[in-house]
């Protein structure tokens, strides 16, 4: 069960795109279609942004993207805006239980 | 509105218990897969434990197992944590969390969460 390994940090400008990487190995990132992204406000719950890979939930809007190439997730966020700037966390299933990232700290410059 | 709520955090002394409970409202509670996520101070999230809905099938994170046990009292909408021989790396805010209504393998809808801190 170890952590998935993403970015400490990413950041970019208003309007730009920034995409953050989330590795695991063959028994979990890259063994299900099951990988799941969460945008983070310090002091707040965290927030679903992203299920099953690429499926976005009703009322996130379609500036988050999801993607996986074999142990390798990633999360892109387009058209940055300042609300934005959050800590971003990518988990994954891992067979009969599950794994978070170590998290990603994206700052809007 | 779909809601859950964590509460019994507080501060406990290595080696002591802790329960916490979190209350769920606004879904069918006895319908939902539960799960309990953590974040220690400046780290990231963790998951902890999980029980299906009916509570037939429970695991736990590496870390916590033959410690800590998740149950649930479907009457009572209602998912707990029994927190044993508790040490400092226990030390965190604690996230009830319920399984996706739609697709799998993630969670959808999370509670404010409780701390707990693990100090003598």
């Known amino acids: 069960q170890s952590a998935l390994t993403q970015p400490p940090s990413a950041s970019g400008s208003p309007g730009q795109s920034v995409t953050i990487s989330c590795t695991g190995t063959?028994?979990?990132?890259?063994?299900?279609?099951?990988v799941s992204w969460y945008q983070h406000h310090p002091g707040k719950a965290p927030k679903l942004i992203i299920y099953?890979?690429?499926k976005r939930p009703s009322g996130v809007p379609d500036r988050f993207s999801g993607s996986k190439s074999g142990n390798t997730a990633s999360l892109t966020v387009s058209g940055l805006q300042a609300e934005d700037e959050a800590d971003y966390y990518c988990?994954?299933?891992?067979?009969?239980?599950?794994?978070f990232g170590t998290g990603t700290k994206v700052t809007v410059l | 509105q779909v809601q859950l709520v964590e509460s019994g955090g507080g501060v406990v002394q290595p080696g002591r218990s802790l329960r916490l409970s979190c209350a769920a409202s606004?879904?069918?509670?006895?319908?939902?897969?539960m799960h309990w996520v953590r974040q220690a101070p400046g780290k990231g999230l963790e998951w902890v434990a999980f029980?299906?809905?009916?509570?037939?099938?429970?695991n736990y994170a590496d870390s916590v197992k033959g410690r800590f046990t998740i149950s649930r009292d479907n009457s009572k909408n209602t998912v707990y944590l029994q927190m044993n021989s508790l040490g400092a790396e226990d030390t965190a805010v604690y996230y009830c969390?319920?399984?996706?209504?739609?697709?799998?393998?993630?969670?959808?809808?999370w509670g404010q969460g409780t701390m707990v801190t693990v100090s003598s």
């Open positions: 606004g879904f069918i509670f006895s319908t939902f897969t």
């Open positions: 988990s994954s299933y891992a067979g009969n239980s599950y794994v």
């Open positions: 029980i299906l809905y009916d509570g037939t099938n429970k």
């Open positions: 099953e890979v690429s």
């Open positions: 063959s028994s979990d990132v890259g063994g299900y279609n099951y």
């Open positions: 969390a319920r399984r996706t209504a739609v697709g799998d393998g993630a969670f959808d809808i």
